[in-house]
């Protein structure tokens, strides 16, 4: 396997690239790691790297890494998120990635001991697999999340079809860039929505280029499974 900060070297480069073509700032865009596959050596290498933000899909693989790393580094729950798992990373977790429903948000707002930072994840391709709320119904849902002293929306995240018509990828993370648009324009002080969390190993430059702010990349930082 080659070395994280190898990797990591070459992510830089790409997204570099990807900055100077949509006029950004490397700084603006934060770097999660997706451990799911990785041991925790490999992940204690990247935080050594300089990753400094690391995200799990599950409960059990999200408090064995917290656990054992302990470290100053930002928690993301990346994953479809069950109610009654909530209590476990409710008060561990930097953001949660995967908000999609009234019941989770009230689970989430009981559970938590102060204000957790949420994305609201948005299902943009309207496949029928994939989890998160439809681009139509997202505006209203974040509304309602008003109710919940306990969540603050920080963005909107998406997951793209895993597809080599990158047309189609770039078409949904403008669609989403452009639901946040609108959200951010509500000023709601519930959800200043701020963020998009877009972009995995295989469309990450292309999500750069539509205005991620946080891309989630496993396999292209840390090794294939
Ligand atoms: C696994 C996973 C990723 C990372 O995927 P790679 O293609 O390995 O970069 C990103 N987001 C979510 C929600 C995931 O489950």
Not at 33 to 42: H, N
Not at 197 to 208: E, H, K, L, T
């Amino acid at each position: 396997m080659t070395s994280v900060v190898h990797n990591l070297e070459a992510i830089h480069n790409k997204m570099r690239h990807a900055c100077e073509r949509s006029g950004r700032q490397l700084n603006d865009i934060t770097i999660i790691g997706v451990t799911k596959y990785a041991t925790i050596e490999r992940t204690e290498e990247a935080i050594n790297a300089g990753i400094s933000h690391i995200g799990e899909n599950r409960l059990e693989g999200f408090l064995k890494k917290y656990e054992a790393i302990q470290s100053q580094v930002g928690w993301h729950f990346i994953g479809t998120l069950q109610s009654r798992k909530v209590r476990d990373i409710v008060n561990k977790v930097t953001a949660i990635h995967s908000l999609d429903r009234l019941s989770l948000a009230q689970e989430i707002n009981k559970r938590a001991e102060e204000p957790v930072e949420c994305f609201v994840q948005v299902n943009v391709s309207g496949e029928a697999s994939k989890h998160g709320l439809a681009v139509g119904e997202t505006e209203e849902f974040i509304q309602k999340l008003s109710a919940f002293e306990h969540i603050k929306v920080i963005g909107l995240m998406t997951m793209a079809p895993y597809t080599d018509h990158t047309d189609d990828i770039r078409r949904q993370f403008r669609a989403l860039a452009d639901l946040k648009r609108t959200i951010e324009a509500k000023q709601w002080s519930h959800a200043p929505c701020h963020n998009l969390s877009m972009g995995m190993s295989n469309d990450y430059d292309i999500a750069i280029e539509e205005g991620a702010t946080h891309i989630r990349l496993g396999t292209c930082l840390l090794g294939p499974s």
